[in-house]
């Protein structure tokens, strides 16, 4: 069964700073893998999502890297904002038979807070 | 992306009773999903919705205590069954759009609380 798991739990960094989430994943045969953001009391918004093909993805600041082999996958946020404070979450797709037609097993996430 | 509209999105609930949540897409999707989000954890997949066929329920999730219904492509149902305040959670719908790079949507929500 896969399982995913986020390091850290909590961040707390003041403004301005470049920072790494991480992300590991027990079964690489996955299809596709995708960074979400929670804000307290809302729902998720999608933000990068990376094919199991391809090494990473790229969207204004933020920049996620996937390894396949090794199971792992990073966020960069660069220029940290206190707006980018939320919990982020990161979750992957098994697919069936390579379809991807699974849903998505998350992490429990890394709550994320830019000091003013 | 896709426009999920989830209701309701808060409620209170008696103990023994049961909700049903609404979920409705702005576009027709391939697959719809349902899941569980318990205070201070994260996700949990509940079950596929499929449409025109019974849901396809995860491991430690069953038809009685969730029934789904997906009557067409931009819309599904969750229903909480005989609920108990452990049932209190967020229960969110997310969407797979048809084509496209496999990106999952969610919905804001529906907060249910238990008493």
């Known amino acids: 069964k896969q399982e995913v798991t986020q390091i850290p739990a909590a961040l707390s960094v003041p403004e301005g700073e470049n920072l790494v989430l991480n992300c590991s994943f027990t079964?690489?045969?996955?299809?596709?893998l995708q960074w979400f953001r929670q804000d307290p009391g809302k729902g998720l918004t999608s933000l990068l999502l990376?094919?199991?093909?391809?090494r990473e993805q790229t969207s204004g600041r933020l920049n996620a890297s996937l390894d396949k082999s090794s199971g792992r996958s990073t966020l960069y946020i660069a220029a940290s904002q206190p707006g980018d404070s939320a919990t982020y979450l990161c979750?992957?797709?098994?697919?069936?038979?390579?379809?991807?037609?699974?849903?998505?097993?998350f992490g429990k996430g890394t709550h994320l807070i830019i000091q003013p | 992306s896709a426009v999920i509209s989830q209701k309701p999105s808060r409620d209170i609930c008696q103990r023994g009773t049961s909700l049903t949540i609404q979920c409705q897409v702005d576009?027709?999707?391939?697959?719809m999903f349902w899941y569980r989000q318990q205070p201070g954890q994260s996700l949990t997949l509940i079950a596929t919705?499929?449409?025109?066929?019974?849901?396809?329920?995860e491991s430690g999730f069953v038809i009685d205590k969730f029934p789904i219904s997906r009557p067409n492509l931009t819309f599904s149902t969750l229903t909480v069954s005989n609920m108990s305040p452990e049932d209190s959670s967020i229960y969110l719908c997310s969407v797979r759009r048809t084509g496209g790079r496999g990106t999952i949507y969610f919905g804001e929500g529906s907060w249910l609380t238990v008493v």
């Open positions: 990376i094919q199991s093909s391809q």
């Open positions: 576009s027709q999707v391939t697959m």
């Open positions: 919705a499929n449409q025109g066929s019974e849901a396809t329920y």
């Open positions: 079964d690489s045969a996955i299809y596709n």
């Open positions: 979750a992957v797709t098994q697919g069936v038979s390579g379809g991807g037609a699974d849903g998505l097993t």
